[in-house]
């Protein structure tokens, strides 16, 4: 949209920056040379802090008729996306979207989102941001590859991990007048959450859960409240 002096508006600007960015990203995972001779990696990156819906865009990246050249590109661009983890805020106290957490009225499997409190340490100020929500499910993808490193080489396997039901919880909301479906895991550094998200990495290798399997691994206890 335009305004009144036939200017692109923020919103528009932005959204083309995003395209940009996603369509540098896709680029970057279809690089056989990254990740080894298999050409596997996944991407983990904040969705951004503009307040916008994104699923329009990844919705674009994957048609025929929108920004994919045709209907090879539409459907190697939705393989692709598959493994880049686009992760939201929550507000402080974890019960909603952060105001300014970019969202997806899509897929509840588009966005992954986390609490992010602002608490910094060495400075008074909280800070806000889904750059602060992003290394929350980084740790998680890092915990997954220490254990299963074979994962690496499926790592569309990790985003169903995160969005499995064992892992991230299912809540609804609206914003700007629209409903939909989210998911969000509330304390990534948990030990529960750690050790559910292990039974999960087992289960999409096909492994029998042992109870000897749950190993509990040292873990920050000051972040996000502790354990």
């Known amino acids: 949209s335009e305004d009144q002096n036939g200017k692109k508006m923020s919103s528009d600007i932005i959204g083309m920056?995003?395209?940009?960015?996603?369509?540098?990203?896709?680029?970057?995972?279809?690089?056989k040379k990254i990740g080894g001779e298999t050409g596997k990696s996944v991407l983990i990156?904040?969705?951004?802090?503009?307040?916008?819906?994104i699923d329009t865009v990844l919705n674009a990246?994957?048609?025929?008729?929108?920004?994919?050249?045709?209907?090879?590109?539409?459907?190697?661009?939705k393989k692709m996306l598959n493994r880049i983890i686009l992760v939201g805020a929550l507000n402080e106290k974890g019960s909603e979207i952060a105001s300014y957490s970019n969202y997806s009225a899509g897929?509840?499997?588009?966005?992954?989102?986390?609490?992010?409190?602002g608490k910094v340490e060495g400075m008074k100020e909280k800070m806000s941001g889904t750059s602060f929500a992003?290394?929350?499910?980084?740790?998680?993808?890092?915990?997954?590859?220490e254990k299963y490193p074979?994962?690496?080489?499926?790592?569309?396997?990790?985003?169903?991990?995160?969005?499995?039901?064992?892992?991230?919880?299912?809540?609804?909301?609206?914003?700007?007048?629209?409903?939909?479906?989210?998911?969000?895991?509330?304390?990534?550094?948990?030990?529960?959450t750690l050790s559910?998200?292990?039974?999960?990495?087992?289960?999409?290798?096909?492994?029998?859960?042992?109870p000897e399997d749950r190993i509990f691994i040292s873990v920050p206890t000051e972040i996000n409240g502790g354990v």
């Open 17 to 31: 920056m995003n395209v940009k960015l996603l369509k540098e990203y896709l680029a970057v995972l279809k690089d």
């Open 45 to 53: 990156l904040s969705a951004g802090n503009e307040n916008l819906r």
């Open 61 to 77: 990246l994957t048609s025929e008729t929108g920004l994919a050249g045709g209907k090879t590109e539409a459907e190697e661009n």
């Open 107 to 117: 897929s509840p499997q588009d966005v992954i989102y986390v609490s992010v409190d």
């Open 134 to 145: 992003a290394p929350q499910i980084s740790y998680l993808v890092n915990k997954i590859l």
């Open 150 to 192: 074979q994962l690496a080489q499926e790592p569309e396997k990790i985003k169903n991990i995160l969005f499995s039901s064992t892992v991230s919880e299912n809540e609804e909301t609206f914003i700007k007048k629209e409903k939909f479906a989210y998911r969000f895991i509330k304390n990534p550094y948990s030990l529960n």
């Open 196 to 210: 559910n998200t292990l039974d999960a990495a087992r289960k999409q290798l096909g492994l029998p859960i042992m």
